[in-house]
C-alpha cells in the first residue's frame, strides 16, 4: 500500500470525546496512507487540551529536533492547539499537503544540583515552579551572576513566554508574545517588610541571562515542571536558562494569532 511516508503518533487524553477524536482522527489518517507510529514519529497530535499538549511534549521531549506537534482541543481553542475537534478533515488536508514547515518557541531548561553532587535536568514548556515544601522558603537569586536578592515567601516560577499565560499570569505576571526569546521570574507571595525585600515585580529576563536560586534553609523542597511534580531534599542550587532546542509545531495555515488566543481565553467578546 502507497503511504505518505509521514509517521505519526496520536496522544489523547481519557475524556470520552477526546477518544473519540482520537479513534475517528486515527482511521482518517490511516486512510490516506499515514503510518501510526508511537516511538519515533515526524508529527506527534494531541487531542485534549493545552495540558494534554504538555504531556505530548514530555513524552518526545528528547525528540525535540525531530518532531513537530499539532494540537487539536476538545474544549474551547487553546494556546498550543490550532484545531478543534470538528476541524478533523481539515487537519488531514493540511497534513497531506504539508512540506514540513514550522513555528518554534523557546523550551526552559532546569538543571537541579543537589548537596550531594547529584544534578537532575528538566525541560518544561510552561513554567518551573519552586516551593518549601511546609515552612517559608528563603533563597537567594543570582540572575547573570549578579546576586540579585534573598527572596523569602511560598516560592518563585519561571516561565517560557507560551506558559506566560498559565501558572504565571495567576500569579500577576505579564504576558508575553511567544515570539520574545525571554524567560519570566514571578514572586508567590513574597515576604515585604521593613526586613526582607525583594523586588515584587515580575522579570522578564534575555536569552544570554542564567537566572540561578540558592535555597538558604535546606530540607525538603517542592519542583513542578509543568505538569509533574518533583520533591528534592537538599537542593544546592536550580539554574534556569533557555534550552538549546525548541518545541515545534506544524506550521498551520489557519493558524489563529496569539493576541486572538489570549483575548478568546480571558476577555471574550468585547460590547460595542
Ligand atoms: P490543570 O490544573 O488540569 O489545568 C490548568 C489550566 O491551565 C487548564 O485550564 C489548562 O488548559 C490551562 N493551561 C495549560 N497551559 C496553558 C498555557 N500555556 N496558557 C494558558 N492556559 C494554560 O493542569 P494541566 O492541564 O496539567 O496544566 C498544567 C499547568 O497548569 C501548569 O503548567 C501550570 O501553568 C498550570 N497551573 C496553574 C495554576 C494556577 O493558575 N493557579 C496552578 C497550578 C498549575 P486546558 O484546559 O486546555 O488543559
Ligand atoms: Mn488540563
Redesign the pocket.
Known sequence: MKNTGKRVDLIANRKPQSQKVLHKLREKLKKQHFIINDTNPDIVISI?????L??AFHKYENQLDKVRFVGV?T??L????DYRDFELDQLVANLQLDSGAKVSYPVLNVKVTLENGDVKTFR????ASIRRSDRTMVADIIINHVPFERFRGDGVTV?TP??????????GGAVLHPTIEALQLTEIASLNNRVYRTLGSSIIIPKKDKIELLPTRNDYHTL?V??STYSFRNIERIEYQIDHHKIHFVATPSHTSFWNRVKD?FIGEVDE
Open positions: 485534549g487540551g493545552d495540558g494534554m504538555l504531556s482541543h474544549g474551547h487553546g494556546f498550543y492547539t518544561a514548556l510552561n513554567e516561565s507560551t506558559g506566560s499565560t498559565a501558572y504565571n499570569k495567576s500569579l513542578s509543568d505538569n481565553a
